[in-house]
């Protein structure tokens, strides 16, 4: 497996086609904006003269003209400057799939925030954090396709769902697909985002009820700002002018007395504002398109149904929570809520949305959410045309890959390993000398069948893997706030992994190192028990060592452990790696050549003496 330089080529020939594109529309955009301003003074001369010299009629007629073409302008100035904007954004979105190529992940969302350090395999795998897969696969912009992403990593999905991802991803990644699926991406670039708006807003919109508990209130929202004008009217013509008085210092109490549930109203419906027209554009892109794929066209069906299109639906909550926001002018929320209700007719606007639509609008986005994390991997997929798409195996631990890589290591031609593996009860020693890659070769294993096991393809040639959990125990370290040592802490995931193999479901480990902390004597009989009590539970996986002896456990269960290593050579003052999986025990280490290049003077003999514990 090697970076795709025919894809790079594509991606940055696209960047530079939109960014010519995106110099047109831009002066494009500029004589518009001079136009309004020219519709802008043309119709305030005209008016200014009209009036001035007494043609009321004209002047007003002016105008309205002038305000009816600024109007049109303005909105004709909307589309071109979203039309730049877009085209700015496709700019991006292929110059950062080189990026990706090369590995410059420091850009993007890191995922930090679904770290989970009692994971069974996230953190020892680098899922996320920097220079994570994450942020090699990520390319959604809105907490739902984030969040959606981060579930598919974190959990194996079933096996039809595999195959029914797969079969979305391949649609979605074909070459004639990548202007749709590239736009639907850029899309939400245009808004700002809050990863908790959406969840947060759906949670205490579902629990609102303002109306059902002041039912009063309805009555008041329609006849009181029409009592309101009228008495207003009715004093110009002679009325007592204190009726309205009486009727504005109604509205006034009941805008004081409910002021906490209105501001709530506002301020939770302006947080999701932004997403809302976010997720309308999306969902007006997905609904146009056509799809071959079962789970594509199941996904879409969702978002046309009796209630008619989610994006309408989407669109006329934006449009409420905008008119809400009038009320952000000084001048105009003192006429608009001291005379016409405008807070209590948009609260009672949204509930009567609510009470159709709230179904319609969290179904929609769990269908937003689940097309943008096909969305990224398919994007993966495209960039990365010569990676496999996994098969999966009915055969219990089943995992045959050749020419296997690590997707986070970016080189022009990364050494890439077969190896096969079958069965429960099975464990693969992994010997090795320091710096040789046998740490590399248990995460390359481990993130290959977290990227198969969410529906995505591989670092391989080719894989056939069988589902399994996935179970890491690499990183242990000490936490002083929980008065924790290194060694105590790998017990605590070991136990983790005995306790979740007594359940009986089939569980791939990964173990580097094991028992670390201790003395070679109890880290020797320690890891020899572990892996005869792994041998009899619905388990398989690999462990990493220096521990030469637990290689005599081939012997102990044939058939059952296998040895395999990565070696080095020293050719003078270097140390040469080939990184390349062997059958057996590694027989060539080199700790005390790296002390002694580190300056740590090695008597010779010692030097001998320890080459077995190395």
Known sequence: MHVNENREQIYTARAEAFAVKEKAAAIKSRWVSWLRVAVFLTGAVLTYYFFANNSLEAGFLSLLAAYGVFVVVLRWHSRLNFAYRQLALLRQVNEQACDRLQGRLHKFSTGEEFIDAQHPYTSDLDIFGHNSLFQLL?????????????????????????????????????????????????????????????????????????????????????????????????????????????????????????????????????????????????????????????????????????????????????????????????????????????????????????????????????????????????????????????????????????????????????????????????????????????????????????????????????????????????RTADNLAENTSSFYAELKRLRMLLELTAQGRPVFYLLDEILKGTNSRDRHIGAMSLIRQLHQRNASGLISTHDLELGAMEQELPGSVENYSFNSVIEGDEILFDYKLHKGLCRSFNASKLMQLMGIEIEEEAAKGNKILD
């Not at 809400?324 to 608009?336: C, E, H, V």
């Open 138 to 474: 990520n390319q959604s912009w809105t907490g739902v396709g984030k969040q959606r992403l981060a579930d598919w990593l974190r959990a194996a999905a079933t096996s039809e769902e595999i195959r029914r991802r797969q079969q979305a991803v391949a649609e979605l990644a074909a070459p004639r697909q990548l202007d749709w699926l590239q736009e639907l991406i850029a899309l939400p670039m245009h808004y700002k985002q809050d990863t908790a708006s959406a969840a947060g807003f759906l949670k205490w919109f579902a629990a609102q009820a303002f109306y059902k508990q002041h039912p009063v209130l309805k009555a008041f929202v329609f006849i009181l700002p029409v009592l309101t004008l009228g008495s207003i009217v009715a004093w110009h013509y002679g009325v007592s002018g204190w009726i309205a008085v009486a009727f504005l210092l109604v509205q006034f109490l009941l805008a004081y007395r409910f002021r906490v549930e209105r501001d709530a109203y506002y301020e939770k419906s302006m947080a999701i504002y932004e997403a809302m027209r976010s997720y309308t554009r999306q969902l007006q892109h997905i609904e146009q398109q056509f799809f071959a794929a079962e789970k594509l066209q199941e996904l879409r069906r969702q978002l046309v149904g009796a209630d008619g299109k989610a994006s309408a639906s989407l669109h006329q909550l934006s449009s409420m929570i905008d008119f809400f926001s009038w009320r952000l002018s000084t001048l105009m929320a003192f006429f608009l809520n001291t005379i016409l209700m405008w807070d209590f007719f948009w609260m009672y606007r949204l509930e009567q949305w609510k009470a159709r639509h709230l179904p319609q609008l969290e179904q929609a986005l769990d269908v937003l959410a689940e097309i943008e994390a096909l969305a990224s991997v398919a994007a993966f997929q495209h960039a990365h045309a010569a990676y496999a798409v996994p098969q999966l195996s009915k055969q219990p631990f089943e995992f045959v890959a050749t020419e296997l890589a690590h997707p986070l290591i970016f080189s022009k031609a990364p050494v890439a390993n077969d190896f096969c593996m079958q069965g429960a009860g099975k464990t693969m020693v992994v010997t090795g000398s320091n710096m040789s890659g046998k740490t590399t070769f248990l995460r390359t294993v481990g993130i290959n069948m977290v990227l198969a096991l969410m529906g995505a393809p591989v670092c391989a040639r080719s894989l056939i893997v069988a589902p399994a959990q996935v179970y890491t125990a690499m």
